[in-house]
């Protein structure tokens, strides 16, 4: 007996997978993990070799192309956030974000089938790897080089102004005489003539309605580029997030996750540098953005829409991809082929659904052609409605 439960636990530690079911696997790490099984490679070593090149994971920070620190800004940027260079997209940071309490219905949605589970996984490291491609490796296992845009960082100090830069409708709340300026976390406004759009940070998933901007007691108005110096509004982590949704999900990180949530006010500049350099905090925000973060009033989070089993066209690459980037860039190649690639890994068969379906187009039901993995605004619209 003693030795059967020796090699049972050796077998664990060569395999990964000995306390997964895979006949139903659950989450992240056991999709992960069952996967392996079927190449008989560990889970780290199946996520190191076969869903993303380690050598590759965050490989701009381990060896920075020619021409990608041309301005000073890219080499400030580069000094002060590639200190932990190669460990910020790591196998333990993925599967220790994934297993916050928030996320655990990733890839474990109710009533969803192992296939299915497969295919949100596939649909989120596609768009992660698409974000973060150092197109080394025809879209297989060459996601994960950037946590950081780099390319846009053309100046020689933080006051240069990215092309993500907040407009001035975007507006925060800041508390009154504190150093450093610490923001509201339960709120965020855009404003427009008549009123605000009010996106409240402290649900889940997040919620957006029509109201005024209205910073609580204690605190001011204030616009949300005004948090952190232009060149700090860039792409960033896994995801890349961006302008609003950077501020969407620090609110939402201190009202539901961190160390002694809820807290109502954190300071957004020193979030922000963190983000860069934390792999877990980096990933909490992709799993965020993918499963509680939504674009508009009255829509659903991508997770919502990957896992819904009456609208099985919405369950492919095209809908997520209209989804995060607003349009079809690099959809073909690029999110497509690395859909494919993940969907092979986990011997899941692509088969595109297309039928007749009723789009909201201005308003009006209107039957409209759709298919899977035909991306356009169409099936975007159809998708993302409760």
């Given at each position: 007996?003693?030795?059967?439960?020796?090699?049972?636990?050796?077998?664990?530690?060569?395999?990964?997978?000995?306390?997964?079911?895979?006949?139903?696997?659950?989450?992240?790490?056991?999709?992960?993990?069952?996967?392996?099984?079927?190449?008989?490679?560990?889970?780290?070593?199946?996520?190191?070799?076969?869903?993303?090149?380690?050598?590759?994971?965050?490989?701009?920070?381990?060896?920075?192309?020619?021409?990608?620190?041309?301005?000073?800004?890219?080499?400030?940027?580069?000094?002060?956030?590639?200190?932990?260079?190669?460990?910020?997209?790591?196998?333990?940071?993925?599967?220790?974000?994934?297993?916050?309490?928030?996320?655990?219905?990733?890839?474990?949605?109710?009533?969803?089938?192992?296939?299915?589970?497969?295919?949100?996984?596939?649909?989120?490291?596609?768009?992660?790897?698409?974000?973060?491609?150092?197109?080394?490796?025809?879209?297989?296992?060459?996601?994960?080089?950037?946590?950081?845009?780099?390319?846009?960082?053309?100046?020689?100090?933080?006051?240069?102004?990215?092309?993500?830069?907040?407009?001035?409708?975007?507006?925060?709340?800041?508390?009154?005489?504190?150093?450093?300026?610490?923001?509201?976390?339960?709120?965020?406004?855009?404003?427009?003539?008549?009123?605000?759009?009010?996106?409240?940070?402290?649900?889940?998933?997040m919620q957006i309605s029509w109201g005024q901007v209205t910073p609580p007691s204690g605190y001011s108005q204030a616009t949300l580029n005004s948090?952190?110096?232009?060149?700090?509004?860039?792409?960033?982590?896994?995801?890349?997030?961006?302008?609003?949704?950077?501020?969407?999900?620090?609110?939402?990180?201190?009202?539901?996750?961190?160390?002694?949530?809820?807290?109502?006010?954190?300071?957004?500049?020193?979030?922000?540098?963190?983000?860069?350099?934390?792999?877990?905090?980096?990933?909490?925000?992709?799993?965020?953005?993918?499963?509680?973060?939504?674009?508009?009033?009255?829509?659903?989070?991508?997770?919502?829409?990957?896992?819904?089993?009456?609208?099985?066209?919405?369950?492919?690459?095209?809908?997520?991809?209209?989804?995060?980037?607003?349009?079809?860039?690099?959809?073909?190649?690029?999110?497509?082929?690395?859909?494919?690639?993940?969907?092979?890994?986990?011997?899941?068969?692509?088969?595109?659904?297309?039928?007749?379906?009723?789009?909201?187009?201005?308003?009006?039901?209107?039957?409209?052609?759709?298919?899977?993995?035909?991306?356009?605004?169409?099936?975007?619209?159809?998708?993302?409605?409760?």
């Open positions: 007996m003693k030795y059967l439960l020796l090699v049972v636990a050796a077998l664990t530690m060569i395999t990964g997978y000995a306390h997964a079911d895979c006949s139903l696997p659950c989450g992240v790490e056991e999709l992960i993990t069952c996967a392996a099984q079927n190449n008989n490679m560990s889970a780290e070593d199946f996520y190191n070799n076969k869903l993303f090149l380690k050598a590759n994971l965050d490989g701009f920070c381990v060896s920075p192309p020619a021409g990608s620190q041309d301005y000073q800004l890219q080499k400030d940027f580069y000094k002060s956030y590639c200190t932990n260079a190669g460990s910020y997209y790591s196998y333990q940071n993925f599967i220790t974000a994934s297993k916050s309490k928030p996320f655990t219905d990733f890839g474990c949605a109710a009533n969803t089938t192992k296939e299915l589970r497969y295919k949100e996984l596939a649909n989120f490291l596609a768009t992660i790897a698409q974000e973060t491609t150092s197109a080394s490796a025809k879209h297989t296992n060459d996601g994960l080089y950037w946590r950081y845009e780099n390319g846009w960082l053309m100046g020689d100090n933080t006051s240069y102004i990215t092309p993500y830069y907040p407009e001035n409708n975007w507006v925060v709340a800041t508390q009154n005489n504190t150093s450093p300026l610490l923001t509201y976390t339960g709120a965020l406004w855009y404003s427009v003539s008549g009123g605000a759009n009010v996106y409240n940070l402290k649900t889940s998933p948090l952190i110096e232009p060149a700090y509004w860039i792409g960033m982590g896994a995801t890349q997030l961006t302008k609003d949704s950077m501020m969407e999900f620090f609110g939402w990180y201190y009202q539901n996750l961190a160390t002694g949530y809820p807290i109502d006010a954190a300071d957004y500049k020193a979030f922000v540098t963190t983000y860069i350099q934390d792999g877990v905090l980096g990933f909490n925000g992709a799993f965020w953005y993918w499963i509680y973060r939504i674009n508009g009033s009255g829509y659903r989070t991508i997770h919502q829409v990957v896992t819904d089993p009456n609208k099985l066209v919405c369950q492919d690459i095209a809908a997520v991809s209209r989804m995060v980037n607003g349009g079809c860039n690099d959809y073909n190649p690029g999110r497509v082929d690395y859909y494919q690639y993940f969907l092979g890994l986990f011997n899941v068969t692509l088969t595109p659904v297309s039928g007749t379906y009723n789009v909201l187009i201005n308003n009006v039901p209107t039957p409209t052609q759709l298919n899977s993995m035909a991306c356009d605004s169409n099936i975007q619209a159809y998708c993302q409605v409760q």
